[in-house]
């Protein structure tokens, strides 16, 4: 089994900066699949952004320029950097990580922006 526990998430104003982390644990392959999703009030649930193990990654086209995900391997551990955020960008976000037959979400942390 597989644990995700994120951080980083809070308030802050339009045009701030927040770095949102996830730490995993338990049987984790070397590769895998991780990434973030995020849930809006009303919303269905979305993805940010994603990296392999090799490092390759993709994101949503409305956070392109502005966030910039990373992984340290060693620590099986995701972040996402998040800079010149704006109010659209408030919702709830998810860890996820995907490896052969398997599928991991954490628990979420609210990130909120103020206009």
């Known amino acids: 089994q597989v644990q995700l526990v994120e951080s980083g998430g809070g308030l802050v104003q339009a045009g701030g900066s927040l770095r949102l982390s996830c730490a995993a644990s338990?049987?984790?392959?070397?590769?895998?699949?991780m990434g973030w999703y995020r849930q809006a009030p009303g919303k269905q649930r979305e993805l940010v952004a994603v990296?392999?193990?090799?490092?390759?990654?993709n994101y949503a086209d409305s956070v392109k320029g502005r966030f910039t995900i990373s992984r340290d391997n060693a620590k099986n551990t995701v972040y996402l950097q998040m800079n010149g955020l704006k109010p659209e960008d408030t919702a709830v976000y998810y860890c996820?990580?995907?490896?052969?037959?398997?599928?991991?979400w954490g628990q979420g942390t609210q990130v909120t922006v103020s206009s």
């Open positions: 996820n990580l995907r490896q052969i037959r398997s599928n991991y």
């Open positions: 990296i392999v193990s090799g490092g390759s990654a």
């Open positions: 338990g049987s984790i392959f070397i590769i895998n699949t």
